[in-house]
């Protein structure tokens, strides 16, 4: 009896064990990743603002279980340096918040981290990516297409890096204090230790004819990180996202990370935010276009084995993979695959024509949001607008008005999800709060400037749109100085 007890123990352990094996060989081959990108409202030189962006980012992705958080484009320096790149002290001040992001990184070392400054080598300037983990860089990667169209003046400050599928040692300057001595510089592919490969390219490299993530797709990598600073136009973003990114990902596969600014970080230009996650050409995490918030990320839980099942249906692109060189594989020390697999994953968006918005729409938005921005960084107090009662003022007026309904609608949305707060919520230290018209009242003066030559119907028109608006409205008649300044 004791015996045939004892057999019975003996097998009851060795089906327990063969089944936790099959179990873990099972769980091994699935491949789920959690991925982060960021939208960032970043200020060119404004290194202490952009590094706490950049960390509250890295924060939260880190929080919500990501391996992997993507910026933008020289989010460190900010965009829109321009000839401040001329000056030493842009990069020295881009070393030292690196190395401040590297050694926090150590308080996040599962997290990936992969952000933008500008990095001199041999002379030369380069628009880089730099990869950071655990408190080592793991890669410099060099943009190799600039940008030179519309406002973009990139190789006035920037060479582009032009050899491609290749990486050279780069000496760290010891004086910055890192842990390390050298790093990979170039363009190189990232491989962890459970068999995950991360490509990168940058921004202008995503529109060109010959766009580098098909080069990567097609060599197997699985996911490819852009970090972009693509500015506002008409109809753009919407183009961006099904055209070049979701037609990129639907032509060879693989998961696509698409990080951009967000608001005017001291050019020209507006940036529109729309950073995105998708794979296999569908859409699964985007941040809404022209929100107002100083940051915000978005994340999507994928399986890596949907690429390598979509990959495998398209016998051309295989083909030709096979006839590619091997691209630089530089392997470093982490995981990305989720320890345990996930029971549900992020579910494709649909309806992505309704995330997108029509001209009309964008003018809306867009206009508003830029004035938003423009008013918190030049700590003025509001706006004054002579308000004719014709098209071209009663327009602008509008586009006011329009701000105060969008920043309040952000506040209070805010307070209806999760009762966060945002820097972006006030003005000169002060809350707006959730009313468009008080707000508008309070920031938003204008005048109607009347001469003999004008009519009661314009005036009308004036008085008519300010009241709707609730802007602080006055009148006055300009004759006397007229005749004051013609006869001095």
Request: proline share 3%.
């Amino acid at each position: 009896m004791r015996a045939q007890l004892g057999l019975l123990a003996v097998k009851s352990a060795v089906n327990g064990y063969l089944h936790s094996q099959l179990a873990r060989m099972a769980s091994s081959w699935k491949r789920h990743v959690k991925l982060s990108v960021c939208t960032v409202n970043n200020w060119a030189l404004d290194f202490k603002g952009n590094l706490e962006r950049i960390l509250k980012t890295c924060d939260e992705a880190n929080r919500g279980g990501s391996r992997l958080r993507l910026g933008p484009e020289l989010e460190i320096s900010g965009y829109g340096c321009a000839d401040h790149h001329f000056e030493i002290d842009t990069e020295i001040h881009s070393w030292e918040i690196l190395k401040r992001i590297v050694d926090k990184s150590k308080d996040w070392p599962n997290l990936m981290i992969v952000t933008g400054m500008p990095v001199r080598h041999k002379m030369l300037l380069y628009n880089c990516l730099v990869t950071v983990l655990n408190g080592k860089i793991l890669l410099i990667r060099p943009k190799m297409a600039l940008c030179d169209c519309d406002v973009y003046r990139e190789s006035r400050w920037f060479v582009r890096w032009t050899k491609p599928f290749t990486t050279v040692p780069f000496q760290l300057d010891e004086s910055i204090g890192f842990e390390q001595e050298t790093v990979p510089f170039g363009d190189g592919v990232l491989y962890s230790t459970d068999n995950v490969s991360i490509g990168f390219e940058i921004c202008e490299e995503l529109w060109m004819a010959r766009s580098r993530h098909l080069e990567l797709s097609l060599r197997g990598v699985d996911i490819i990180c852009n970090g972009s600073a693509s500015m506002h136009i008409l109809g753009r973003s919407n183009y961006r996202i099904n055209q070049l990114i979701l037609g990129g990902s639907q032509k060879t596969g693989g998961i696509y990370m698409f990080s951009n600014h967000r608001g005017c970080d001291g050019d020209r230009v507006y940036y529109d935010g729309s950073s995105s996650i998708a794979q296999n050409g569908k859409l699964y995490a985007q941040i809404r276009q022209f929100d107002i918030e100083d940051t915000c990320v978005a994340t999507a839980v994928l399986d890596l084995n949907e690429t390598i099942l979509f990959r495998n249906k398209r016998s051309s692109n295989s083909y030709e993979s096979s006839l590619l060189p091997e691209y630089n594989a530089i392997p470093f020390d982490g995981r990305l695959v989720l320890d345990h697999p996930v029971l549900s994953f992020t579910e494709e968006i649909t309806n992505v024509e309704q995330l997108q918005l029509s001209p009309t729409e964008e003018l809306c938005h867009g206009p508003p949001a830029w004035l938003w921005h423009y008013l918190r960084r030049s700590k003025m107090g509001g706006f004054f607008l002579p308000l004719s009662g014709g098209q071209d003022s009663s327009s602008v007026a509008v586009m006011v008005r329009l701000m105060c309904d969008k920043v309040c609608g952000a506040v209070k949305q805010r307070r209806l999800t999760d009762g966060g707060d945002d820097p972006a919520y006030y003005l000169n230290g002060q809350h707006v709060g959730e009313d468009p018209a008080e707000l508008c009242r309070k920031i938003f003066f204008t005048c109607y400037m009347a001469s003999e030559h004008s009519s009661a119907h314009t005036r009308a028109c004036a008085d008519g749109l300010a009241k709707d608006i609730n802007s602080n409205h006055s009148s006055m008649f300009i004759d006397s100085v007229i005749s004051a300044a013609l006869a001095a």
